[in-house]
């Protein structure tokens, strides 16, 4: 589990984070591990041993919290306690700018986390949102970290079906986990009870103002049609229900200026109805 | 020269063998302190007399071999100090000597008997030995003490018979008196003696028992796990001076006679594990060293000499590899058989513990389990308002609705999610309305009693479920609570009190005989011809003692029973206790085949069962096999219930208790 040689590349190169959230069992609602965080957390232990840190955003009292740092054991070296970070901060207030002013304080340059958060709003946007306020590059679907070595990191992207596509990003980075990621190792009870959740107290949220203007309605269960596959063959029906829609319809577009581009993704969006249809007014009008 | 020499042997031997005796009193107290009650040592010699001989004497040709040749030596080496060491040259003192000698020059014979081919359960090395040893000291001092008595006085004049009498002396003493304190096979007499001094379940000797009918073997029934303080620094035992010192006491105190080795499901079924080389294993780290020493079988599928130990180094895994630990079904039988009262599955727990609470490695599906207790109150991960789902049509009266209380609380356990299990609920339903019981169900706020969650280790959660259901029990009011599963019986009724909780527990198979003696039931004959076999759960019997209700309800079916050769407090575990079910650890055998293999030997059609987890592992045996069932599926097909159809369909009728 533990690669000492690579942890010690990494703890000398990268100070590597870990951002975690408060998950929600599917079944029973209870707070706990979010499923992709602690597979990211999981990733930063392989790689960093226990030099990883954790930090997160929200309610010291959060019960998912000792469970993540139930996670430091099986650690080559000293193996100390974990330690997380927590910035206070209420449910209206907006995580990016706490994280990002905490993550640059820190002096961290390499970031796990998970794609989405369990609960809340849960939109998946942090990552981006985080790395566009710290300039960094961001790498999502993370199956596996392959290497780390000076300010490079190899890492295996998921995409649909099993396949893999092979990344290589500098740091600083920012890394979201993704579900087919190496399983979590055990939460155990004594090192979550040893881990130190440290408030910072030099930071302080602010509202979440976009979100606070919002309008919430409770959402919909959309009944989804099944696809009824008429066929004799096991082998066939198995493989309908097994796939994953694959794309069908799209095209790889090569050697377009950066305008060209926009204006591809801006029509597609449009015909996809995603943004509103071409107002007659605008017609004609040069699109940057 | 006999007479000068015979003092100084025997002192110096005494000298010696304390001076190792000291050595081996700091090795025990290496473990974690208790508090010492010197007055116990008052109770050993009731305890050796009384309690370790009844088991000793389950083999009646050993009880009588071990009288003799304990007996003959005690005696003898009482006699030889007074007589050979103090120099009291009295006749009579000499005759009683000479009589000690004979009796256990008798019992030694027996021993040698024994060991000319020993069974495979015995070790050999050191303990072979032991059988000449015996030989030698009773031979020796025999001869040495005939001048007392006026026979053959010059025949000892000679000085190449004298010297060899007392070569064969020293070698009796140095075996007996030089090997107990430092680390012979005789150790087992002086350590066994202060273990049952000072062992750590003093309710294991204690005879007032309040129902004696329904249990022979009433020591036995201190079988609750010690709870843990999960404040302390460490949690659970990693290395052996972690223990306490009374458990590495009754580590010392072993004789390897292999007895648990015999009846262990998980060693016959080729897991790597044998309680007697486990045990050996903790007195190796405890005295530090390799296993290369061990001369008994090893665990099978582990080479014996390759692991090493200190008191103050991890157990696992340069010790004791942790698919050994997690191969355990803790069903008790080891302990049960033990001679010298070793707890071998409270040891096993401790090891577990610090496995699942330090180090997060409890396999794979055994930790599965834990998270899902963690988040949904029950192993599977599945809903807990789905708990009631199989008796939708049932109409089963919930607690919450009974705020005057009822009589029996009926507690369903995780058996209410397996559709297996459902159908015996649904007999017991049956049975319960039939015999007119006032019953209620938790419904949706029974959890998981904590009994998988505490046999794999994990104690903080055992002890957070466990607080929880005490909480929700003290919001109700009821007489009594009724289970068809043994490990919640066992768990609520002998291991919620150290957390406060304390109830009356009744398994269903005590509560259903009640009920036949109360003549609340009434059931047609049974059909001739068909032989049935019981096979008792660890958990009720072992643990709990109740080995006649379920039989009393067998005969009141008028069924006959054919018993398997292991029944009773000797029945073989199904293999599902303790978490084995999902630790799985693999092996040449399955435990559950090698069960069914017993219930065929019987010719019985139908194997009747009293737990889930017996009826699940014994039906995962591949067909043709006798069909197994519940003892409440086969009393509720039996009842002749005129009276009792027309009030179960005015239930029914009542719409308004039904919420799903």
């Not at chain 1, 130190?196 to 107290?201: K, S």
């Not at chain 2, 005759?95 to 020993?118: E, K, Q, T, Y």
């Not at chain 2, 029914?652 to 919420?659: I, M």
Request: aromatic fraction near 6%.
């Amino acid at each position: 589990m533990t690669q000492p040689e690579r942890s010690r590349n990494a703890a000398g190169e990268a100070r590597v984070v870990a951002l975690v959230s408060s998950g929600r069992h599917p079944v029973s609602g209870r707070a706990g591990r979010a499923r992709e965080d602690a597979r990211a957390v999981e990733m930063g232990l392989a790689l960093a041993g226990a030099s990883l840190h954790l930090a997160h955003a929200g309610d010291a009292e959060d019960a998912a919290l000792p469970e993540y740092l139930g996670m430091f054991h099986g650690l080559d070296g000293a193996g100390g306690p974990g330690e997380l970070s927590l910035l206070p901060m209420a449910a209206g207030d907006d995580a990016v700018p706490l994280l990002a002013t905490w993550l640059e304080a820190y002096g961290a340059n390499l970031v796990l986390t998970g794609q989405r958060a369990e609960c809340g709003e849960g939109s998946g946007l942090l990552p981006y949102l985080l790395a566009e306020r710290l300039g960094w590059a961001v790498a999502t679907g993370v199956a596996a970290i392959e290497h780390c070595e000076g300010d490079r990191i190899t890492v295996l992207q998921a995409l649909p079906q099993g396949q893999r596509r092979r990344l290589e990003v500098r740091l600083p980075c920012l890394l979201c986990v993704d579900g087919v990621a190496p399983m979590p190792r055990q939460s155990a009870f004594g090192p979550s009870r040893r881990g130190r959740v440290e408030a910072v107290t030099n930071v302080t949220a602010e509202p979440d103002t976009l979100q606070a203007a919002w309008q919430w309605q409770p959402a919909r269960a959309r009944p989804k049609r099944l696809k009824v596959v008429k066929s004799t063959n096991a082998r066939d029906r198995f493989k309908a229900a097994a796939a994953k829609s694959a794309a069908s319809g799209g095209q790889v577009l090569t050697d377009l200026s950066s305008d060209e581009a926009a204006q591809k993704l801006i029509d597609y969006l449009r015909a996809e109805k995603v943004l509103p249809a071409v107002q007659p007014g605008e017609e004609g009008q040069p699109s940057a | 020269m006999l007479q000068t020499l015979l003092p100084i042997l025997i002192f110096a031997a005494l000298a010696v063998g304390a001076a190792g005796a000291v050595r081996r009193i700091r090795l025990w107290r290496q473990g974690r302190r208790t508090p010492m009650r010197w007055h116990r040592l008052v109770l050993m010699p009731k305890r050796y007399l009384n309690d370790l001989h009844h088991v000793v004497a389950r083999d009646k040709a050993i009880a009588h071999t071990h009288v003799a040749t304990a007996g003959g030596f005690v005696a003898a080496m009482a006699l030889a100090l007074v007589v050979h060491g103090f120099g009291w040259h009295n006749p009579i003192l000499g005759g009683l000597l000479l009589a000690a000698s004979l009796c256990m020059f008798i019992g030694a014979l027996a021993v040698n008997r024994r060991r000319i081919d020993p069974p495979a359960k015995l070790s050999k090395g050191p303990w072979q030995r032991l059988s000449k040893s015996l030989l030698a000291y009773s031979v020796g001092m025999f001869l040495v003490s005939l001048p007392l008595v006026g026979v053959a006085p010059t025949l000892l004049g000679g000085g190449v018979l004298a010297l060899i009498l007392l070569a064969l002396v020293a070698w009796g003493l140095a075996e007996m008196l030089i090997g107990m304190g430092w680390g012979g096979p005789m150790k087992h007499a002086f350590a066994g003696s202060f273990h049952l001094a000072f062992h750590r379940r003093p309710e294991r000797f204690d005879d007032q028992h309040r129902d004696v009918a329904h249990d022979v073997h009433r020591g036995s029934r201190s079988t609750a796990l010690f709870p843990l303080d999960l404040t302390a620094k460490t949690l659970g035992v990693e290395k052996p001076a972690d223990f306490q010192w009374e458990q590495l006491l009754g580590f010392d105190a072993c004789v390897q006679c292999g007895r648990c080795q015999s009846v262990c499901p998980a060693y016959a079924a080729g897991q790597p594990l044998n309680p007697k080389k486990l045990i050996q294993d903790m007195v190796v780290g405890m005295a530090g060293g390799s296993d290369a020493r061990y001369a008994g079988s090893g665990y099978p599928g582990i080479e014996v000499g390759k692991h090493h130990g200190g008191p103050s180094d991890a157990i696992v895994p340069q010790l004791v590899e942790a698919q050994t630990l997690w191969a355990c079904t803790t069903c008790r039988a080891c302990v049960e058989e033990c001679p010298m009262m070793i707890e071998h599955v409270d040891a096993i727990v401790d090891m577990r513990r610090f496995i699942t609470l330090e180090r997060g490695e409890t396999p794979e599906k055994g930790a599965a389990a834990i998270d899902n207790l963690i988040a949904t109150d029950n192993p599977g991960g599945l809903d807990n308002a789905s708990r009631l789902d199989w008796a939708a049509d049932l109409d089963i009266p919930r607690i919450q609705q009974r705020p005057e209380g009822v009589d029996v609380l009926l507690w369903l356990g995780d058996g209410a999610f397996d559709m297996r299990n459902q159908r015996t609920l649904r007999a017991l339903v049956k049975i319960l309305r039939a015999g007119g019981v006032d019953f209620a169900v938790l419904g949706d706020e029974e959890r998981d009693s904590g009994d998988v969650a505490r046999r794999l280790g994990d104690e903080a959660t055992f002890q957070r479920l466990a607080e929880r259901n005490i909480a929700t029990l003290s919001r109700y009011r009821f007489q009594r609570i009724v289970t068809a599963d043994p490990h919640s019986f066992h768990v609520l009724g002998r291991e919620y009190g150290a957390f406060g909780g304390d109830y009356v527990v009744k398994h269903h198979s005590t509560f259903i005989a009640e009920l036949f003696d109360a003549g609340r039931l009434s059931v047609k004959a049974a059909e001739p011809g068909e032989t049935v076999t019981y096979h008792d759960p660890c958990y009720l019997g072992r643990y709990n003692g109740e080995f006649a209700a379920p039989r009393q309800v067998l005969a009141a079916l008028g069924v006959e029973v054919a018993e398997m050769e292991r029944s009773g407090y000797r029945s073989r575990c199904c293999g599902g206790g303790g978490g084995a079910a999902l630790s799985d650890v693999p092996g040449k055998a399955r435990i559950p085949d090698m069960r069914m293999e017993d219930v065929r030997e019987t010719g019985a059609t139908t194997v009747a069962v009293a737990c889930p987890q017996c009826t699940a592992m014994l039906e995962g045996v591949v067909e043709p096999r006798p069909q197994v069932k519940d003892l409440a599926e086969l009393v509720a097909a039996a009842l002749v219930e005129p009276s009792a159809a027309p009030t179960a369909r005015t239930s029914t009728e009542a719409p308004e208790e039904v919420p799903a």
